[in-house]
């Protein structure tokens, strides 16, 4: 099961934002995108989770296409993990997270719902936070409550194995290193799950230790996919990022300066 | 299979025993205060006489034809100002939105001084004088309500600064438009505007209020199971939609409800204003911030407070009456004030 793109296309003013590109999510793999600032990873992410419509190319969600999948139904495969805009009203975390659930509170699975909040908030670090006014959390804990927002929207009450994807744009951003390595242990977690899971990264060592694949942008193309080990070349980073890169064997490690 | 499962759960599953503890006590106080305004005011009744009475005494005809009719609808005109002052509040995801603020009723009670002052020309017998007039209110509203949507780009978050805006030259144009047809009008056009600024629900009759009534009650029953959905877009309207809410739709039916809901009831009274910005305010205050909990609960407080208000416009200068628009906009705009220091702070 997977997600396919296919010679996707975007233009902005007759400007090429993304070029050509295909890739294919797979269940069970962590795919991350790197590349520089304006490389078109975030406009790329938007157009698969169907924000944005692309100009040219096909998106293919388990073969069928993403423009013939309802609002809804897109919600129950894939949840997306973007920057986040302000919550005007004082909700609580707890409220805040319940909201991954469009239909939370059906009778029958209300007992295991609540036991999947205290899951998920317990495995995200935030079950302290539940009864506090998100309004009040730092910007990293609020990072962390949106991650397990997108983590209760991908829930089952049953052990159901349908096919479901994960966008997760910068989930790291704000974070502190302990929680930066804890969230992607949940996220290779939810990889063992059966889950399909795309990345967006600025650390390419972070990238490169919890990635199954590499899919390299730069101005709006794509460089190159693969093993982070194929990918990550002294080469092609130096060339792509500008910037002198020295790639270390073993252990393997990428340094600049 | 699990998604069919689980669509379309009741509206009760998301609120908490206290806020249903509160809409309870919101239900009670509505009836006492229904049955306190049908009995206080300048003609008081005594009731065990009436129901032992025959029916043609004064006393029945002062109740069922002049008292119960005006006092359902300051219940039914303060239910639709506090529902869609919450629901517009959720959808621009700002607590200053209001129906008057934005210009919504501006907008209405421009149309239906449109048709008091010029209706009687345009159309000789003014045969459809009483649907013609809510008509041009909820045109006029829903005008106002298309200007918005234009003006901030689809009611996006970085447009509500413009919202306001906008709300502030409607209303300016809305009262040259009154204005102007305060300075054409005769004498008797003239009555009939100044209770549309300042609003009143004095001469309600059964044959005006009923559709009122119904059409009031369809929306709202159509505007409420959304709650959960305007809650889902404070998270944003990118992620609402991730979440599976068609962003489109909902905006489409909380303008429209608004819309229609304002409309008649500025037809029907006039502007009132502050209601539909204080109300839930006071109910996010007693319970909490979810739309499940704020719609119904604004419904109910926006009846009960604007039956109050109406009764009190009615028993302070007796036997004369004070519109109750003033007594809104007396206790509103202090509050509103408050807001601002509030929302400053934080």
Known sequence: MSV????????????????????????????????????????????????????????????????DISIQDRSFIR?????????????????????????????????????????????????????????????????????????IQLWRPSGSDDPRYMFLDEPTANLD????????????????????????????????????????????????????????????????????????????????? | ?????????????????????????????????????ISLGSFSFAFQELFNGGSESLDSIVLFEIRIPRV?????????????????????????ADPGLIGVSAGAALGASLIIVLGSDLIPDFIFGTLVLPLSAILGASLVISLLYIFTQGFGYQGITYMLLVGIAVNAFASVGIGILTYISTDSELRGLTFWTMGSFGGSSWQLIIPALLIISMAMFWMIPSARKLDLLQLGEPEAYRLGVDVKKLKFKVIISSAITVGISVSLSGMIGFVGLVVPHLVRLLGGVNHSYLLPGSALLGASLMMAADLLSRI???????????????????????????????
């Open chain 1, 4 to 67: 396919d793109i296919k010679n996707l296309s975007w233009e902005v003013d007759s400007k090429k934002i993304l070029d050509d590109i295909s890739l294919s999510i797979s269940s069970g793999e962590i795919i991350t995108i790197l590349g520089p600032n304006g490389a078109g990873k975030s406009s790329f992410l938007k157009i698969i989770s169907g924000d944005l419509k692309c100009t040219e190319g096909q998106i293919y969600f388990d073969q069928s296409n993403l423009n």
């Open chain 1, 79 to 151: 949840s997306v993990m973007s920057q986040s805009q302000d919550v005007v009203y004082d909700f609580s975390t707890r409220e805040i997270i319940e909201m991954g659930w469009l239909d939370r509170g059906i009778s029958n699975y209300s007992e295991d719902f609540k036991k999947a909040i205290d899951q998920i908030s317990e495995e995200c670090s935030v079950k302290n936070l539940l009864e506090q006014s998100f309004n009040t959390l730092s910007g990293g804990e609020k990072r962390r409550v949106h991650f397990a927002r997108t983590l």
């Open chain 1, 177 to 257: 290193i302990l929680h930066e390595q804890k969230m992607m242990k949940l996220i290779q977690k939810k990889r063992d799950e059966g889950l399909g899971i795309l990345l967006i990264l600025h650390d390419l060592n972070l990238a490169a230790k919890y990635s199954d694949q590499i899919a390299l942008f730069n101005d709006g193309k794509l460089v190159d996919k693969g093993l982070p080990k194929t990918v990550l070349k002294e080469d092609t980073l130096s060339a792509v990022y500008g910037l002198k890169m020295h790639v270390e064997k073993n252990p393997f490690r990428i340094n600049y300066y």
């Open chain 2, 1 to 37: 299979m699990v998604r069919s499962l689980l669509k379309d759960s009741a509206i009760l599953q998301y609120t908490n025993p206290l806020q249903i503890s509160i809409l309870f006590i919101f239900v009670l106080s509505l009836i006492v205060i229904f049955f306190s305004s």
């Open chain 2, 72 to 96: 359902l609808l300051a219940a039914f005109v303060g239910a639709s100002l506090g529902l869609s002052g919450a629901s517009l509040q959720g959808l621009f995801r700002n607590p200053l």
């Open chain 2, 316 to 346: 302070l200068i007796q036997p004369a009456e004070l519109p109750v628009g003033l007594i809104t906009s007396a206790i509103g705009a202090p509050f509103f004030l408050w807001l601002i220091f509030r929302i400053r702070k934080a």
